[in-house]
């Protein structure tokens, strides 16, 4: 399949937090591909509906229907993947959000596109209570995203079958958005799916990373409360995002060209 146009739907995993920065936006994984998919097709174009922060319904309710609009057929590859941030939210309600993102996959494949679904990382490297709630909710999750990916006939990209992307060296210093490596990684694997060109490479891990010292790692994590932590807790407690009042970097298809 010779794809002409790319359009994207998500959450700031979509809208490349916190890869390199090009021409003023966090690159990542989508533009990558995007570059790939340039080389071969003249006149392809690409959308990144994505904005950070946005929970399943925004998603559903402010980016798949113009998405829609855009459309040309089985050529255009349609990106739909949300809901991490509602599954991280201490009030999720999975029998609301479950349904509202199997409809909207449903809609997009009514449009004639090539669909592409993600599942999200269930086990992360860490461990305990909060590790082991992550991984009950996210592995509801992601069954859901295979049912439907079935159902509907979508492409999937799954994070799971590489156990080393749990590697916390894929992550920018937040420890939960990529890093440019990762960005890359994911990248590479999205290509493989779409049977375009990619680096077999991805599929390597990384070497063994040498043990931290116990009084760095203590600083670290201390840094990293401070830094990220505490604030995400902050903006769920006053009901703010870190999306508000953001717009999506390319929210019309644009003639792409490789950054």
């Given at each position: 399949?010779?794809?002409?146009?790319?359009?994207?739907?998500?959450?700031?995993?979509?809208?490349?937090?916190?890869?390199?920065?090009?021409?003023?936006?966090?690159?990542?994984?989508?533009?990558?591909?995007?570059?790939?998919?340039?080389?071969?097709?003249?006149?392809?174009?690409?959308?990144?509906?994505?904005?950070?922060?946005?929970?399943?319904?925004?998603?559903?309710?402010?980016?798949?229907?113009?998405?829609?609009?855009?459309?040309?057929?089985?050529?255009?590859?349609?990106?739909?993947?949300?809901?991490?941030?509602?599954?991280?939210?201490?009030?999720?309600?999975?029998?609301?959000?479950?349904?509202?993102?199997?409809?909207?996959?449903?809609?997009?494949?009514?449009?004639?596109?090539?669909?592409?679904?993600?599942?999200?990382?269930?086990?992360?490297?860490?461990?305990?209570?909060?590790?082991?709630?992550?991984?009950?909710?996210?592995?509801?999750?992601?069954?859901?995203?295979?049912?439907?990916?079935?159902?509907?006939?979508?492409?999937?990209?799954?994070?799971?079958?590489?156990?080393?992307?749990?590697?916390?060296?894929?992550?920018?210093?937040?420890?939960?958005?990529?890093?440019?490596?990762?960005?890359?990684?994911?990248?590479?694997?999205?290509?493989?799916?779409?049977?375009?060109?990619?680096?077999?490479?991805?599929?390597?891990?990384?070497?063994?990373?040498?043990?931290?010292?116990?009084?760095?790692?203590?600083?670290?994590?201390?840094?990293?409360?401070?830094?990220?932590?505490?604030?995400?807790?902050?903006?769920?407690?006053?009901?703010?995002?870190?999306?508000?009042?953001?717009?999506?970097?390319?929210?019309?298809?644009?003639?792409?060209?490789a950054r």
């Amino acid at each position: 399949m010779l794809y002409t146009r790319l359009i994207t739907c998500g959450d700031s995993f979509t809208e490349g937090m916190t890869d390199e920065i090009v021409d003023g936006n966090f690159r990542g994984w989508a533009d990558r591909v995007a570059d790939v998919m340039a080389t071969h097709v003249p006149g392809f174009t690409y959308a990144n509906l994505a904005i950070r922060g946005k929970l399943v319904h925004q998603v559903v309710a402010d980016q798949v229907p113009k998405a829609l609009t855009f459309v040309e057929g089985k050529q255009t590859v349609v990106v739909f993947h949300a809901g991490a941030n509602d599954v991280l939210r201490p009030n999720y309600k999975p029998e609301l959000v479950l349904p509202l993102y199997s409809q909207a996959a449903r809609a997009i494949a009514a449009s004639g596109a090539t669909v592409l679904l993600f599942t999200v990382l269930e086990r992360t490297g860490n461990t305990g209570k909060a590790a082991d709630l992550w991984a009950a909710r996210f592995s509801e999750f992601n069954k859901n995203v295979r049912a439907t990916a079935k159902e509907v006939g979508a492409l999937v990209a799954d994070a799971n079958e590489e156990g080393f992307l749990s590697d916390m060296r894929f992550l920018a210093k937040d420890r939960l958005h990529l890093n440019a490596m990762g960005h890359d990684r994911v990248a590479q694997g999205v290509l493989e799916v779409l049977e375009l060109p990619f680096t077999p490479e991805w599929r390597t891990p990384l070497p063994p990373a040498p043990p931290k010292a116990f009084l760095r790692k203590a600083i670290d994590d201390t840094k990293w409360f401070a830094t990220f932590l505490l604030p995400w807790i902050l903006r769920r407690v006053r009901g703010k995002s870190s999306g508000d009042g953001r717009s999506a970097k390319y929210p019309e298809p644009i003639l792409w060209s490789a950054r």
